[in-house]
């Protein structure tokens, strides 16, 4: 898999989750991935990104940075949302906020085997003392 093709398989990842297309999901998630080094499966990750749209309804992946090589994608992800309640332990309360997540990625035969992420959440926490 070059370069380019990890590139463009990652972005229409970003655009799956963008729709919601939880059925094509399976075309860039192994049945086995493994989230922050949970075994979560690809039924454990829908799930997962189903509640995040559920707790963030205007939630939506924007990618800031992108780095291919091999097998590995790493990626800032923008975000600028409202979520409900409670996010990340901080009490947001439908607040709009922005942030990043730094996402590093392993792909098996063209699908997401491996994810590690982590989220600014000290942004967040920033904004909200305002």
Same mark, same amino acid.
């Given at each position: 898999?070059?370069?380019? *093709?990890?590139?463009?398989?990652?972005?229409?990842?970003?655009?799956?989750?963008?729709?919601?297309?939880?059925?094509?999901?399976?075309r860039?998630v192994?049945?086995?991935?493994?989230?922050?080094?949970?075994?979560?499966?690809?039924?454990?990750?829908?799930?997962?990104?189903?509640?995040?749209?559920? *707790?963030?309804?205007?939630?939506?992946?924007n990618?800031?940075?992108?780095i291919?090589?091999?097998?590995?994608?790493?990626?800032?992800?923008?975000?600028?949302?409202?979520?409900?309640?409670?996010?990340?332990?901080?009490?947001?309360?439908?607040?709009?906020?922005?942030?990043?997540?730094?996402?590093?990625?392993?792909?098996?035969?063209?699908?997401?085997?491996?994810v590690?992420s982590?989220?600014?959440?000290?942004?967040?926490?920033?904004?909200?003392a305002?």
């Amino acid at each position: 898999m070059t370069r380019t *093709d990890l590139a463009e398989i990652y972005r229409s990842y970003i655009s799956c989750l963008n729709r919601q297309d939880w059925p094509q999901l399976a075309r860039f998630v192994d049945d086995d991935v493994l989230h922050n080094g949970r075994p979560l499966g690809l039924s454990g990750y829908r799930k997962m990104l189903e509640q995040d749209f559920d *707790d963030i309804p205007d939630l939506r992946f924007n990618v800031e940075l992108l780095i291919c090589d091999g097998t590995h994608v790493a990626s800032r992800l923008a975000f600028d949302c409202s979520p409900r309640g409670r996010f990340l332990g901080l009490e947001v309360k439908g607040r709009r906020v922005s942030f990043t997540e730094n996402v590093f990625y392993e792909f098996r035969e063209e699908k997401i085997v491996q994810v590690w992420s982590v989220i600014d959440k000290s942004a967040i926490e920033v904004q909200l003392a305002l």
